[in-house]
């Protein structure tokens, strides 16, 4: 037995198509990969059922979707439309600022996200590929450490600290965000920050298009350019300040590593809660002690 250089599955010597993925084994689609594949001696779990269900050409669909498509959402300025048609045809958008930000930002980053999301988990539905194995949203963990957990801790409260102490910092919540709004936009951003974008970017990047890089490119280039896409879907949402993508790029490094580690996106989702919750935290507690 050997191992299939696109999805890692044990097949015959003697294969010359993988009857896991489907794909054709060859002997120099083998050189070419056993450069890539050190993901085992890094610890990394196998990709397991995401290989089966995704190729290559999956992620990388989803990745120009992805960029075009918010590309587009900028050049348009439909957050800007919308939002003003919504303070023509309800008032009380007009005396809640935060309400109004809300749905800037969730016209030009949940909504496509969450499109994409359920866009990928219709294409398993038509493939009749289970969801959540295929996702690798089960509970179940390949490896787990303690020691991880305690530095991605560390690594949150380093970064809370930092970011808290500048006022400048776009991943933390302005004080209009605690000061001016009512119940309804604090509590739609919470629940955006804390549970839609963790769902949602980990779904995209960890759930999909890690596993269909992995498969071709093998498992570590796959967590590299992962986590580089990941840091680029973030840049618009900086406001100019691009000094802090090295925040974005150290957490989403940390997120694919524990990704390729534990081998559940479902764990890296609570990571990702976490690491939000923690920065809305922050926020409130500079506005309580500095008032900015």
Not at 111 to 133: C, E, N, S, T, W
Not at 209 to 218: E, F, R
Not at 230 to 241: C, D, E, S, V, W
Request: glycine letters at 6%; aromatic letters at 16%.
């Amino acid at each position: 037995m050997r191992q299939c250089p696109n999805c890692h599955a044990s097949i015959s010597e003697s294969a010359v198509r993988c009857r896991h993925c489907r794909r054709p084994v060859t002997s120099s689609n083998s050189k070419f990969f056993k450069r890539f594949s050190f993901g085992a001696k890094l610890g990394f779990a196998p990709l397991g059922k995401s290989s089966e269900a995704f190729g290559w050409m999956e992620p990388l669909f989803l990745c120009a979707a992805f960029f075009g498509v918010l590309a587009w959402i900028h050049w348009q300025e439909l957050g800007y439309v919308w939002v003003q048609w919504l303070r023509t045809q309800y008032s009380f958008f007009t005396r809640e600022p935060l309400l109004q930000t809300y749905v800037y930002i969730f016209v030009e980053t949940f909504a496509l996200k969450l499109g994409l999301v359920l866009l990928v988990v219709f294409y398993l539905i038509l493939r009749r590929k289970p969801v959540l194995d295929s996702l690798a949203l089960k509970p179940k963990l390949w490896h787990f450490s303690r020691n991880h957990l305690i530095l991605f801790l560390v690594l949150c409260a380093g970064i809370s600290w930092w970011e808290g102490m500048d006022p400048l910092a776009p991943d933390l919540p302005t004080p209009l965000f605690f000061a001016e709004s009512a119940t309804l936009g604090n509590v739609l951003t919470i629940f955006s920050l804390a549970v839609v974008a963790p769902i949602t970017e980990e779904v995209l990047f960890r759930g999909v298009i890690y596993p269909g890089l992995g498969k071709k490119w093998g498992r570590a280039v796959s967590l590299l350019a992962t986590t580089a896409l990941f840091t680029a879907a973030h840049a618009p949402q900086m406001n100019g300040a691009y000094e802090h993508l090295w925040v974005i790029f150290a957490v989403g490094l940390f997120l694919s590593w524990q990704r390729a580690v534990t081998g559940s996106t479902l764990y890296v989702i609570g990571l990702h809660a976490f690491y939000n919750s923690l920065l809305v935290a922050a926020g409130f507690i500079r506005f309580c002690f500095y008032g900015f």
